[in-house]
């Protein structure tokens, strides 16, 4: 049995032998699962400048700051390698976690948190990061 439908992103009307088939392409298929997974519709792509490195790029994703993965990469490496600010933290904060004021000797205990997240815009300074245990870092982020 053929079906003969209208694709639910072009318009275009097509057919096919599967009842369920909605897109006529895996064009159309990809534009609607990008915009169930943001919520949002696809626009056309738009100049947008690196984070990483200033170049300019072209992409359709909102959410895109990165040029290429190797520049997301290495820009994550420089921020998180800095031990240096993470030593100051722990000292500056006495080795205490700031929400339930626990005071353990183990380093490895304690965890460097962002109060507002570098996806949301916050930086990696020492105005932004706190010292918290493991178990209060955890319920923070909700991770069990």
Do not use: W
Request: with cysteine; charged share 35%; net charge positive.
């Amino acid at each position: 049995m053929v079906y003969y439908k209208k694709c639910n992103i072009c318009g275009e009307e097509y057919t096919t032998k599967h009842k369920r088939v909605k897109y006529c392409s895996d064009k159309c298929r990809a534009i609607s699962n990008h915009r169930r997974r943001y919520n949002c519709l696809v626009e056309e792509p738009k100049e947008k400048k690196c984070v990483g490195c200033g170049v300019i790029f072209k992409t359709a994703n909102p959410f895109k700051k990165y040029c290429v993965r190797e520049c997301r990469y290495n820009s994550i490496k420089d921020v998180f390698n800095n031990f240096e600010l993470r030593e100051y933290i722990l000292e500056r904060d006495n080795y205490t976690c700031q929400k339930c004021k626990t005071q353990k000797g183990d380093v490895t205990y304690f965890h460097i948190h962002h109060k507002k997240p570098m996806y949301k815009g916050g930086k990696h300074t020492e105005e932004n990061v706190t010292t918290l245990c493991k178990k209060c870092h955890q319920n923070e982020h909700k991770i069990f």
